[in-house]
């Protein structure tokens, strides 16, 4: 992970009280930006990275060199057309791609804060992106985007800025982990803190890194985002460059190189202790906790049109998961429109190119940003 000294960043001195009780303040909030903003400031959308995503949402991203996590759904022309709109998007704190987390250098000890950086949660993500919106002056954004754990950050930001979004999109979430989300997630943690580099989370001062958990972890991980009839049709029981089996612990199976494939590129750029953080950030939120149990009374101060997307083969966060956050906005009065697309691209159906999906999108937006 080179080259995040080329990062954009502000710094933001104002202190944000964590939910674990601790006080953080001149932290830095790297971020991303396309398109431009308007005389009238109202052309704004922000845009949430789900767990391994950052803020290089579309073109290349200079540290990996590969396309942005959104690039089939934003950029000039695209469903969220960047001749239009300004789209922002921030490293989420916890992360490792120039925001406030474990790598980041503590002025006291002048080593990285690994393990002694504070348990975050999505509302302390949220609630420290506002300043961004704050450093652009702008009162209102057009709207707030994003799948997975970005749609929960969509959420809690309706629920804690209810007047500071004309539109609200959460894509694939839901407003609270399961019990089987919050055991995946522990398995791909217990992965990395098996692996004997984690060091109790002080690898980042060392020359070692558990890369084999953290691979271990992703390659669970992405099993979860994808849907069985998509595994099957992409890789059945085909064989890996070979006629037959080799009767040994070796790839045999296209899905087995395909899998660790998957972790090992993972490793070269994404921190370990930040995929700790952050999926802890993921097992905590609850919406429907943090309202007394009662989901719809996190809307019912705002004035958002909302849109609720989920996909037929999305297993991590079904559609029932996403219809119970339709069924809060009806019972709050809020203006909602939900959609359920046909994918078996499983829950990574957001990141990919899915025509349904992004007309959806585009015809939302267009629609409502003639109404301005």
């Not at 469903?79 to 002025?107: E, H, L, M, R, W």
């Not at 990285?112 to 506002?130: C, E, G, H, R, Y």
């Not at 609720?308 to 079904?318: A, E, G, H, K, N």
Request: proline residues 3%; charged residues 20%.
């Amino acid at each position: 992970m080179n080259n995040l000294d080329k990062v954009k960043k502000i710094v933001i001195e104002k202190p944000l009280k964590l939910d674990c009780g601790k006080t953080i303040s001149n932290f830095p909030l790297a971020y991303e930006t396309y398109g431009k903003l308007n005389e009238k400031k109202d052309n704004a959308i922000l845009a949430f990275h789900a767990l391994t995503g950052d803020q290089f949402v579309t073109g290349i991203n200079p540290i990996t060199n590969k396309n942005g996590w959104w690039s089939y759904l934003v950029g000039p022309d695209k469903p969220v057309d960047t001749n239009k709109f300004f789209v922002i998007c921030a490293n989420v704190i916890g992360g490792c791609i120039g925001s406030y987390g474990p790598n980041t250098i503590d002025p006291i000890t002048k080593k990285k804060l690994a393990t002694n950086f504070p348990v975050i949660t999505i509302n302390d993500m949220v609630n420290a992106q506002i300043n961004l919106i704050d450093f652009f002056k702008i009162d209102k954004l057009f709207s707030v985007m994003g799948g997975s754990m970005g749609g929960m950050q969509v959420l809690q930001f309706v629920a804690n800025f209810p007047n500071r979004t004309k539109t609200a999109i959460p894509i694939a979430c839901t407003a609270s982990h399961s019990a089987q989300n919050i055991a995946l997630n522990e398995l791909g943690r217990q992965a990395i803190m098996a692996d004997v580099n984690w060091n109790k989370g002080d690898y980042l001062n060392s020359e070692c890194s558990p890369d084999k958990g953290l691979s271990v972890a992703r390659m669970a991980a992405h099993i979860t985002y994808l849907s069985k009839k998509g595994l099957q049709e992409k890789f059945g029981r085909k064989l890996q460059e070979r006629d037959d089996l080799k009767f040994s612990f070796d790839a045999d199976f296209q899905i087995e190189s395909y899998l660790r494939h998957q972790g090992s590129v993972f490793v070269d750029r994404f921190d370990a202790n930040s995929y700790l953080y952050i999926t802890r950030a993921m097992d905590y939120f609850d919406l429907v906790k943090q309202y007394n149990g009662n989901l719809s009374n996190a809307f019912k101060e705002s004035k958002a049109k909302f849109f609720i997307i989920s996909f037929t083969s999305d297993w991590l966060y079904p559609t029932s998961e996403n219809k119970e956050i339709v069924i809060a906005l009806n019972a709050a009065g809020a203006n909602v429109g939900f959609i359920e697309i046909n994918s078996d691209k499983g829950h990574d159906s957001f990141l990919l190119d899915v025509p349904e999906f992004l007309k959806s999108i585009k015809n939302f937006l267009d629609a409502n940003y003639k109404i301005l």
